[in-house]
C-alpha cells in the first residue's frame, strides 16, 4: 500500500540501528526539499502491530506507539509532491522477522536504509545514552548481566547492549525481501558526512548536490557533567515540561531539537569502557562480523580489535 486515500505512504524507510547515527541521518534527508520525513521520528508502526509492545524497561511507556494505520498515514499527510518520503524506526532491524511481512503488507517493497556501526562502540553508546536520559542506574558489566532477564521482561531493544549488535541475521533477512538496500556505515558518516548523506540522496533518487547542514550532531550520550543541564531535558517534571514549551514557541521544531542537543552535547564527559568488557564483547561479536563484512563487501577489520572506548 503506496497510498491511502489522498495520502502518500513512505517509499524508503531507515530501519536501525539505534545509535548507530540513524537520527542524524534523519535530519539530514530532512533537510532535503524533496524528501519528506515523518512528523514523528519512530512511529514503530510495524513492530506495534504484535501485542504487547515492548515497554517494560525504565521510561518505555513514554514511548508512543502508532498502532492504528490512520494515525500512522497522518504521518505523511503533508507530504505534497516530493519524491521521496520515509521514517526511521530504529528497532525495524532488530526486530526483522517480525517488522518485515508487516512492511510488505502495507509499503510493498521500499527502499530500505540500514546504519551500523562498531557494534561494541554501539552497545556502550546505547548505555551512555540511557544513563544521560536518567533511565539506567546500573554498571555496564551489570546491565549486560540482566540483558536477558530484561529481554524475557519486554524491555525495548536500546536495553540489549550486547544482544542488539549482532546485525547479520537482520542485514540479510532485509537484502533477501527488498530489491533495493542500501548500508550505510557510521565510521563513513563521520569522516565525510556530506559525501556519504548526498550519496544516500542518490539511492532515493533526489537532487545529490543537495547540502545538509551537518554540524549538528543529533542524539549523542555521554555521563553528564551537570545535573542541572541534564534535568531541564531529561527528568519528567513541570520544569522540563515548560522548557520544552518555550524553546519549541520560540523556535521551529527543527531548532529547538538543534539547540538542546548542542547544549546537551557540550555537557556530557567523556565515558570509558573497561578493557577487559570491550575484550569480552569483540570475543562474542568476531563470527557475526565476518559473515556480516561478506554479506555486506565491506571490510569491517577495524571493528574486530582494539578502538574507541568512547560511549558517544
Not at 129 to 134: V, Y
Amino acid at each position: 500500500m503506496e497510498k491511502r486515500g489522498t495520502i502518500r505512504l513512505p517509499n524508503f524507510l531507515i530501519v536501525g540501528m539505534s545509535r548507530c547515527g540513524t537520527t542524524s541521518l534523519f535530519h539530514y534527508l530532512k533537510e532535503h526539499p524533496d524528501v519528506f520525513m515523518s512528523s514523528t521520528k519512530e512511529p514503530s508502526f510495524f513492530l506495534a502491530q504484535f501485542k504487547p509492545v515492548p515497554e517494560k524497561g525504565i521510561g518505555d511507556d513514554e514511548r508512543k506507539y502508532y498502532q492504528d494505520v490512520e494515525d500512522y498515514c497522518r504521518l505523511f499527510k503533508k507530504a505534497g509532491n516530493r519524491k521521496a518520503i520515509g521514517e526511521a524506526s530504529s528497532e525495524n532491524l532488530y526486530h526483522s522477522e517480525k517488522v518485515i511481512p508487516s512492511i510488505q503488507k502495507y509499503l510493498g517493497n521500499p527502499k530500505i536504509i540500514i546504519s551500523l556501526r562498531n557494534p561494541v562502540e554501539r552497545a556502550f553508546s546505547a548505555y551512555t545514552f540511557l544513563i544521560s536520559e536518567n533511565r539506567e542506574f546500573l554498571s555496564f558489566e551489570e546491565g549486560l548481566e540482566q540483558e536477558e532477564k530484561r529481554r524475557r521482561e519486554g524491555w525495548r531493544h536500546i536495553w540489549f547492549y550486547q544482544d542488539a549488535g549482532f546485525y547479520f541475521r537482520g542485514v540479510q533477512a532485509y537484502l533477501e525481501n527488498f530489491s533495493e538496500v542500501k548500508v550505510c556505515l557510521l565510521d563513513d558518516l563521520k569522516k565525510g558526512p556530506v559525501s556519504v548523506v548526498q550519496d544516500v540522496y542518490r539511492f532515493l533518487g533526489v537532487d545529490p548536490s543537495f547540502v545538509p547542514n551537518v554540524a549538528v550532531r543529533y542524539k549523542t550520550s555521554g555521563i553528564p557533567r551537570s545535573k542541572k543541564i541534564n534535568r531541564l531535558f531529561e527528568e519528567p517534571t513541570r520544569l522540563r515540561k515548560i522548557v520544552r514549551g518555550v524553546g519549541r514557541f520560540l523556535l521551529t521544531e527543527d531548532r529547538w531539537i538543534q539547540w538542546r542537543d548542542t547544549l546537551k552535547n557540550k555537557s556530557y564527559a567523556k565515558a570509558e569502557m573497561k578493557a577487559e568488557t570491550r575484550k569480552s564483547l569483540e570475543n562474542a561479536y568476531r563470527e557475526d562480523l565476518l559473515r556480516l563484512q561478506d554479506l555486506i563487501h565491506r571490510d569491517l577489520s577495524g571493528w574486530l580489535g582494539s578502538g574507541d572506548s568512547s560511549g558517544q
